[in-house]
């Protein structure tokens, strides 16, 4: 079982963290920003871009990876639940890589390697060499053997010459079956700064995977875990991230980022979270459609005692899942504005989603912002190209679905990335708060 290994793994990752104490620091005395652009799978700029790929398969790809997301939160929750014990373990739905990737570099000479930022984890661990299984497609292949910075983290501290290094197993295995494992070790990683120099940060515990149990290659080379964990390289670097998504959907699109650290945007309106089984989970209010507030009753969004419901904002997902009785709501809203000028269409492996014949940029000029309202005046505003996708040229659907489409029994409601389009969205670790803050990303990569 998944789980039993993550409980393992996050008992292995205490126990290493109190006995050695693990402590990173970071270059340069006055705070750089930290910066990666964060590339999406169907980006030219990813190294495994298909030119051949519809947007259709793309959006099937998306769904599909969407659903097992919210099959995996399901499975933690109801894994912490039925352990009484609300562990936060790490590990992802699967090994694809259907979500932004971070264009961080590790050891000396720095080798770039295109991470999974996965706000649901605690862990960083990438592809080694040598590897059975790894992406080795852009040959940036990270090989310890090469690094000066590299040291192998040994099951018994080994302080003096001679002494012989047993390597602290790593290993990961995910809901979907696919396994990571190797060695612990700790490295340099570097990043990029926006006065185009780079930064580093020394000794970041990784797990280094040399063997990867997934049959076709998932299009990374690991996995930057930005939960709140005491592991996790967000806590680390400042307890403070921020990643502005200017646009998913767009290929040539460039502007998509992530800091972490002092130099992280935490601007625009925040609104408390607090994290549940490894999860950011934020206070709902309601939803609006231009001006008209849903009616939606305020406990709809709330978790339950049992520890079902609540809202996730969730970096894992591309689609935005929210419980049954609001997805009515909202949805017919948007059949009541497009059902009457638009043919509906009908996507054949997914039947509930809504979809119509058009285009959203010529025929949905002046539809609706749709606002969801979060706790302490924050909102998150969706305008047409956040709140539709195109699955070809002729035909636009709803990015946002019912929890019960995936059928699972505690429905918590996921904000997932394409809802958080046009926003620099920041995470204070500290006081706990998230910031929305709705701005051209472009602005803030100079
Ligand atoms: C991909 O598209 C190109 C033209 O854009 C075409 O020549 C090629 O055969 C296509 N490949 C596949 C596998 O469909
Ligand atoms: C990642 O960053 C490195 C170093 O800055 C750069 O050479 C490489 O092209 C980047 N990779 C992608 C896929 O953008
Ligand atoms: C990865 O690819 C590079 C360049 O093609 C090659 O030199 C290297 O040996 C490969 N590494 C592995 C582990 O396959
Ligand atoms: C993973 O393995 C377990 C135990 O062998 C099995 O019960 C489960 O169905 C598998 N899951 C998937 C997605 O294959
Ligand atoms: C959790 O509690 C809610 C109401 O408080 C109830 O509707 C739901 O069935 C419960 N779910 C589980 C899995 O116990």
Aim: aromatic share 10%; net charge negative.
């Amino acid at each position: 079982m998944a789980f039993a290994y993550e409980k393992l793994h996050l008992l292995l990752l205490l126990s290493l963290s109190t006995c050695l104490s693990s402590t990173s620091t970071i270059s340069s005395v006055k705070p750089q920003r930290l910066v990666s652009k964060l590339i999406h799978p169907g980006s030219v700029h990813h190294p495994h871009y298909k030119p051949n790929e519809t947007a259709k398969d793309r959006m099937e790809l998306d769904i599909q990876h969407s659903a097992s997301r919210l099959a995996y939160i399901q499975a933690r929750i109801e894994g912490s639940l039925a352990s009484k014990n609300d562990f936060t373990a790490s590990a992802y739905p699967s090994l694809t890589g259907r979500t932004l990737l971070a264009n961080i570099s590790i050891g000396q000479p720095p080798v770039p390697q295109l991470l999974v930022i996965d706000t649901g984890s605690d862990i960083l661990w990438v592809m080694c060499s040598p590897c059975t299984n790894c992406d080795n497609h852009s040959g940036l292949l990270y090989d310890p053997s090469k690094s000066s910075t590299f040291s192998p983290l040994c099951k018994t501290p080994c302080g003096f010459r001679g002494c012989k290094c047993d390597p602290m197993p790593f290993s990961v295995t995910y809901a979907d079956n696919s396994t990571a494992s190797g060695t612990y070790g700790r490295e340099t990683v570097v990043f990029e700064t926006t006065d185009e120099g780079t930064s580093k940060v020394f000794d970041v515990l990784f797990g280094c995977g040399h063997s990867i149990g997934y049959n076709t290659d998932p299009g990374h080379s690991g996995i930057l875990g930005l939960n709140n964990a005491p592991e996790s390289l967000a806590t680390k670097i400042g307890q403070k991230f921020s990643y502005c998504i200017g646009n998913v959907a767009d290929a040539y699109y460039n502007y998509n980022q992530l800091i972490l650290g002092e130099g992280a945007d935490l601007e625009g309106y925040a609104t408390p979270f607090e994290v549940h089984h490894g999860f950011y989970y934020v206070t709902m209010e309601g939803i609006s459609v231009g001006e008209k507030r849903l009616d939606i009753a305020p406990a709809t969004f709330e978790m339950k005692e049992n520890g079902t419901g609540g809202v996730v904002i969730d970096t894992g997902s591309t689609m935005t899942f929210l419980v049954d009785s609001v997805y009515k709501l909202l949805s017919k809203e948007v059949r009541n504005f497009l059902g009457w000028s638009f043919r509906q269409a009908t996507i054949e492996n997914s039947p509930w989603m809504l979809c119509y014949y058009g285009s959203i940029s010529r025929d949905l000029v002046g539809f609706p912002v749709v606002t969801f309202h979060f706790a302490d005046g924050a909102d998150l505003a969706l305008d047409s190209e956040s709140l539709f996708n195109h699955i070809n040229n002729d035909v636009f659907c709803m990015t946002v679905g019912p929890v019960s489409s995936l059928n699972i029994k505690s429905k918590p409601s996921i904000i997932g990335l394409l809802a958080q389009q046009s926003y620099n969205v920041g995470y204070d670790l500290v006081n706990q708060f998230v910031y929305f803050q709705r701005i051209d990303c472009e602005l803030l990569s100079g």
